[in-house]
Every structure is written in C-alpha cells, then in structure tokens.
Antibody, heavy 120, light 110 residues
C-alpha cells in the first residue's frame, strides 16, 4: 500500500524550531518529487516547499524562504522539513505529498498530516 | 488571498448537478493543467481530478473536470450526501515556481 506518514509536530514557542519527518512506503521514493503542504486552522491549503528526486531542485513559498529547509534521505525513504524562527502564522497541519512531474503534474498521495502549533 | 479564485460556497440537493469554478492567470492555469482535491471533514486532501479532466482510479465518474483558457470547472452530477466536503483547485505557477491553490469551496448537500 502506498503510504506517507508524517511526524514531529507539536507545540513550540515563537522563534523556536521544529523538524518534521515524512516516512514513505509502498513506492519507489527515490523516483518522485515530494512536497510539503500546510493548512492553517479553518483555512485553505498552502503549498510550502518541494524537492526533486536527487535534491538538485528545491522550491519554497516566499513566506518560508530563509526559515524552512526541505530535505530528503532516499535511503531512508524519508522527507524532512526543518522549520526555524517559527511564527504564530506557521500554525497549521502539515501534510507531505508525492509530487508527480512527468508527463503530468499533480500531487497524488497525501499523508494524514502532523499538527504544528506556535504559541507562547 | 489565494492565487486561484474559487467561490467560497456551493450547494445542491441530492441528485442535482453542481459546478465549482476556478479562475487563474497566464502563469498558472493558462500554462499548466489544473488538479482538483476533495477534503472531507477532518481528513487529508484526496486527489479527485488531475490534468484538467482525468480521474484517478476509484473516483466515481460523477466527478468531471474541464478547462478553458483562464478558468477550470469541477462538475459533480448525481449529488450525494457524502459529497459534502471542501474542494480545492490547484495548478503549478511558472512565475512563482510553486503550486498554487484556490481558496476552497465548501459544498453543502441540502
């Protein structure tokens, strides 16, 4: 079964750091781009970052540039999101998603999400 | 404010056909395909339509998608109570180098 499982969420103070993980199974992780998408409470979906199979291309939404770092370990079939200088507006459920590219672009497999709360 | 524009709400009675629109611009919808996601209450988003009008395996053919130049639409025919959910359109944006979403449409089955 194709599956993504996020972990690492929790309560953190403003200015703090958190590292999210996403464990993949049921597919060849090293053959796919991967994305992080977040959803603030009661709000819509917002794409955060994505990373190419071989880490040669990485993109971020402007609001997290310089604070968040996406990475992956293909040997461990894992995706990561290092979040620094966290702000209240980063409070959200964070989903990892398989990001298909060629020949068609779409995110087809999603995890159940992990909740990040930034509050003092 | 979302890059793609969707109506915040839509409604219909069981058996009816409803459509949800999604408008964008040259760097996203015009240049790239549109995907649609369904998010049932308290769950993760699920891919509903990809590449404008393709249904993943397991998605009923009651769901269909279309795209014109700067807009896309999701149609749901034979509306059922279990279709009550939030629906999001998405597309890659060549200017932002990232995925952009619509603000979501909450579908209510009356």
């Amino acid at each position: 079964e194709v599956q993504l499982v996020e972990s690492g969420g929790g309560l953190v103070q403003p200015g703090g750091s958190l590292r999210l993980s996403c464990a993949a199974s049921g597919f060849t992780f090293s053959s796919y781009w991967m994305s992080w998408v977040r959803q603030a409470p009661g709000k819509g979906l917002e794409w955060v970052a994505n990373i190419k199979e071989d880490r040669s291309e990485i993109y971020y939404v402007d609001s997290v540039k310089g604070r968040f770092t996406i990475s992956r370990d293909n040997a461990k079939k894992s995706l990561y999101l290092q979040m620094n200088s966290l702000r209240a507006e980063d409070t959200a459920v964070y989903y990892c998603a398989r990001d298909r590219r060629l020949p068609l672009r779409y995110m087809d497999v999603w995890g159940k999400g992990t909740t990040v709360t930034v509050s003092s | 404010q979302s890059v793609l524009t969707q109506p915040p709400s839509a409604s219909g009675t069981p058996g009816q056909r409803v459509t949800i629109s999604c408008s964008g611009s040259g760097s996203n919808i015009v240049s790239n395909a549109v995907n649609w996601y369904q998010q049932l209450p308290g769950t993760a988003p699920k891919l509903l339509i990809y590449s404008n009008n393709q249904r993943p395996s397991g998605v009923p053919d009651r769901f269909s998608g279309s795209k014109s130049v700067t807009s896309a639409s999701l149609a749901i025919s034979g509306l059922q109570s279990e279709d009550e959910a939030d629906y999001y359109c998405a597309a890659w944006d060549d200017s932002l180098n990232g995925w952009v979403f619509g603000g979501g449409t909450k579908l209510t089955v009356l």
